[in-house]
């Protein structure tokens, strides 16, 4: 059992910068592919990036590869991604996620593989 508590969401004009930070607690964080995700209202859930249990390979969706970048510390159990020239549509609820891996280099980007999630950090970009 791993818990997830995220931070670092808030309000933020357009083009400007924010880093989002997921803390794990629980068991060893070494062993879990994470995610960062987001879904707006009537919308599906989005991974917006993952990133591999070693931290070697890292994988977007299309509309922030550039502007945003997942990393991770294992000796501090935190995933982040750092998220910059911010735009309007950007504006969701972001979630961090974990999925147990046997693979070091293993990247998960669907939601269903994902067994561990936080509650959510809110992100609003104003035009």
């Known amino acids: 059992q791993v818990q997830l508590v995220e931070s670092g969401g808030g309000l933020v004009q357009a083009g400007g910068s924010l880093r989002l930070s997921c803390a794990a607690s629980?068991?060893?964080?070494?062993?879990?592919?994470m995610g960062w995700f987001r879904q707006a209202p009537g919308k599906e859930r989005e991974c917006v990036a993952g990133?591999?249990?070693?931290?070697?390979?890292?994988a977007y969706v299309d509309s922030v590869k550039g502007r945003f970048t997942i990393s991770r510390d294992n000796a501090k159990g935190t995933v982040y991604l750092q998220m910059d020239s911010l735009r309007p549509t950007d504006t969701d609820v972001y979630c961090c996620?974990?999925?147990?891996?046997?693979?070091?280099?293993?990247?998960?980007?669907?939601?269903?593989?994902?067994?561990?999630w936080g509650q959510g950090t809110q992100v609003t970009v104003s035009s």
């Open positions: 629980g068991r060893t964080f070494s062993n879990y592919a």
């Open positions: 996620a974990a999925k147990v891996v046997i693979s070091s280099d293993y990247v998960a980007t669907a939601p269903n593989e994902y067994g561990y």
């Open positions: 990133i591999s249990w070693s931290g070697g390979n890292t």
